[in-house]
């Protein structure tokens, strides 16, 4: 948001306005948990995850041994950490809109003698609307996620067929593979599933969040936004993130080059987006 100049006085007041709203948001955010830097969010995205992972497993295999059939036992298993998985995605999201809101430029804003007018209920990301937007994306990356987590179940039932496994041993392999997901292999080295969703969901909402902010911009008070693929501008840019850099400006509705609305391109992107008023040099 470090670009983001408004054109004329007018702009600057409606500008000023919802950045007073989403200040307060931001209040509200920081209540939730102190999150700071890039390895915060990581590592308490990891520590959740990996408890979710647990609390899965236990709950499958409790489920098996009862007797449940193991379609119905995952389901209920992912149905049962649901709501926490949803709000760790919520949690990670708002404050980094938080901090995006935070980034416009305060020079700008202490400079203007603006009446406080009262915020427009629209402008307030706790009220219902946004709120459900926001838990609606979450709600679909969680879809995601445990998608694939049925997916690897689904192999080990496929690959226990195969070679005839009894159920308990069955069951042993279905409880290592959710240890795999929530704590890795350390001693070969084989990272944690919790910490890879940890690394993207980190970067993902980095990206959601600062285009979040500025959909709001745009949306709520009918300020037309702009933004730019930023790279980190070294020989490890790829050619696609280098594509998006090189169409310049663009407006906030339209595609990069790559098809895609914001960064991170792919898991490993380095890229940021910037956003500013359109127009604005
Ligand atoms: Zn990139």
């Known amino acids: 948001m470090a670009n983001l100049i408004p054109a004329t006085i007018n702009d600057r007041l409606r500008l000023k ?3 007073q709203a989403l200040s307060k948001f931001l209040k509200d955010s920081d209540r939730i948990v102190q999150l700071q830097t890039k390895y915060d969010f990581e590592r308490y995205i990891d520590a959740s995850f990996k408890r979710i992972f647990d609390k899965q497993g236990e709950s499958v295999i409790r489920q098996l041994n009862a007797g449940t059939d193991i379609d119905t036992a995952l389901n209920n298993a992912l149905k049962l950490t649901e709501k926490e998985s949803v709000s760790v995605i919520l949690t990670v999201w708002r404050v980094m809109i938080a901090y995006a809101i935070d980034k416009f430029p305060k020079q700008f804003l202490e400079s203007e003698q603006v009446e406080h007018e009262g915020i427009p209920e629209s402008f307030r990301l706790d009220n219902p ?3 459900q937007r926001l838990r609606a994306v979450a709600a679909k990356r969680i879809t995601k996620i445990n998608q694939v ?3 690897r179940i689904k192999e080990i039932i496929v690959e226990a067929k195969d070679k005839g496994y009894s159920s308990d041993k069955l069951s042993k392999s279905i409880q290592d593979e959710f240890a795999q997901m929530s704590i890795g292999k350390p001693q070969l080295h084989i990272q944690s599933r919790a910490h890879l969703i940890a690394i993207t969901e980190t970067a993902e909402a980095y990206g959601y969040a600062n285009k979040f902010s500025a959909d709001e911009i745009q949306d709520e008070i009918n300020m037309p936004m702009e933004k730019f693929w930023q790279t980190q501008e070294d ?9 998006n850099q090189d169409a310049g400006w663009i407006d906030l509705n339209e595609l990069f080059p790559s098809g895609h609305d914001r960064e991170p391109r792919f898991p490993g992107c380095r890229c940021t987006v910037l956003y500013r008023v359109a127009g604005a040099e």
């Open 129 to 131: 609307k946004a709120m």
């Open 149 to 151: 987590t049925k997916e």
């Open 17 to 19: 306005k919802v950045i």
């Open 235 to 243: 020989d490890r840019v790829s050619e696609g993130c280098q594509e």
